[in-house]
């Protein structure tokens, strides 16, 4: 897995700051596998939390040239960074990530859930590129073989993906209602 930066998952700050800590959670445990590799945040003993927060805020911790200069998300980084910690503390009260016993307080590993965690996060982003018609389609012709793929593991989930895009796209038709009609009773 290359490098990906926090903008390649979140291209904005609003949009980062407007996820859930489930949602953000997980974006981030993917954001810091990605390091993995490179000798930074991610080294051999495991994951550093400050050396995360560092990079974030673009401060030189002597673990080589930063990627810019100036923070990812310009004027909005306090409020991102802040975000990113509460989703770390998030995961790691979740038993995503757990302290390396080998290691001072600051170095954490990501557990056997958080590596299934990874994984159904990647195959999720595959179904996001499919998108919801052709995943639902290819489920439904040919039982998810031709574009879904893998085994039938990867086939249920897929299920469960398209059950949960359903549903948000009715609770985003809900919502439009509720603020039409309320736009109208103001008019009236």
């Known amino acids: 897995m290359a490098f990906r930066s926090l903008k390649s998952f979140i291209p904005t700050a ?40 560092a990079m974030l805020e673009r401060r030189n911790v002597g673990l080589g040239p930063l990627p810019d200069k100036e923070p990812e998300y310009g004027a909005r980084q306090p409020e991102v960074t802040q975000a990113m910690v509460e989703a770390w503390n998030w995961l790691e009260r979740g038993g995503l990530l757990i302290r390396n016993p080998q290691q001072p307080a600051d170095w954490f590993l990501i557990s056997r859930e958080g590596e299934k965690r990874l994984q159904r996060f990647a195959q999720y982003e595959h179904l996001e590129k499919l998108g919801l018609n052709r995943v639902k389609r290819d489920l439904m012709t040919t039982g998810g073989i031709r574009d879904v793929g893998g085994p039938q593991e990867v086939r249920d989930l897929a299920w469960k993906w398209v059950e949960m895009k359903e549903n948000q796209a009715k609770a985003n038709a809900s919502a439009s209602e509720l603020t039409l009609i309320a736009a109208r009773s103001l008019t009236a």
């Open 14 to 53: 609003d949009e980062l700051l407007s996820l859930d800590l489930p949602r953000l959670g997980g974006i981030l445990l993917a954001h810091l596998k990605s390091y993995e590799g490179l000798n930074t945040v991610y080294q051999h003993a495991g994951l550093n939390r400050g050396y995360f927060i």
